[in-house]
């Protein structure tokens, strides 16, 4: 299969949200059409109601919380992915859920580690506006290659948490994923690194349907897949930030 094939099987961005979202809609255009101020408009509401979720988990923090946060997030997050018509619904929704489990895990871990909160979130959106610079001129280009690398580093990693995840079922597991050890330390470097490039495509993915007159509910679509990969990445920097404080 080539690389062009495999690209129009799996969608033009490694994160999962976005599939081959631009063979399944029409072209619009005018008010009815996506736009980038739309989109980000959007974002900064979603980005609003996670703040406010978080700030509830924060000053709330328990294991219920967080797990009606993850469970209902990811049922909010499927349906989304499945019905994006509907995501001007289903995306708010998400955002609030991850931000009580986002402020609650935060809790925790600054409890463990002061001060380990604020680092994450400010090494979060310096590396989002880094990689939205790196972008916008033209110093990282998606290109096609670059997109299958990324999204095959992202499915690979998502089985090994997957694989991980189960063996610990049974008592086992992959250590080096959670060890603060070298090895540990390297592979979280890997993920969060791989995470920041899944943004670069997310903005390649957001600007073409634009340019090619995605229905106006993409933008809320758009804005969603943006957040799962903001949330990926604020997880994965705590995580390397817990392994580099407990050594």
């Known amino acids: 299969m080539s690389n062009h094939r495999a690209l129009n099987m799996f969608g033009r961005s490694g994160n999962p949200a976005f599939g081959n979202k631009f063979s399944q809609q029409g072209s619009f255009v005018g008010t009815d059409a996506m736009s980038l101020s739309g989109k980000v408009n959007k974002t900064g509401i979603l980005l609003g109601l996670c703040f406010f979720g978080a700030l509830i988990g924060w000053n709330v923090p328990n294991m219920a919380l967080i797990w009606i946060g993850i469970l209902g997030g990811f049922g909010a997050a499927l349906y ?49 506006a880094s990689l939205l610079f790196f972008y916008k001129s033209g110093l990282i280009k998606p290109t096609e290659n670059f997109r299958l690398m990324i999204f095959s580093a992202t499915a690979g990693i998502a089985i090994l948490y997957l694989v991980s995840f189960i063996m610990s079922f049974f008592g086992s597991g992959i250590g080096f994923i959670h060890s603060n050890g070298i090895f540990g330390i390297g592979f979280s470097l890997f993920v969060v690194a791989i995470a920041a490039l899944n943004l670069v495509l997310d903005f390649d993915f957001i600007e073409q349907g634009s340019e090619l007159g995605l229905p106006k509910y993409m933008e809320w679509f758009g804005a969603f897949a943006l957040m799962v990969t903001l949330v990926w990445l604020y997880l994965e920097i705590l995580r390397l930030l817990m392994k580099l404080r407990s050594r």
Request: glycine fraction near 12%; hydrophobic fraction near 55%; charged fraction near 5%.
């Open 80 to 128: 989304t992915i499945f019905v994006p018509r509907n995501a001007g619904i289903s995306s708010p929704i998400y955002a609030f859920l991850e931000g009580l489990a986002l402020g609650a895990i935060s809790l925790f871990a600054e409890i463990q580690y002061p001060g380990i909160a604020i680092q994450a979130i400010g090494l979060t959106f310096g590396t989002l």
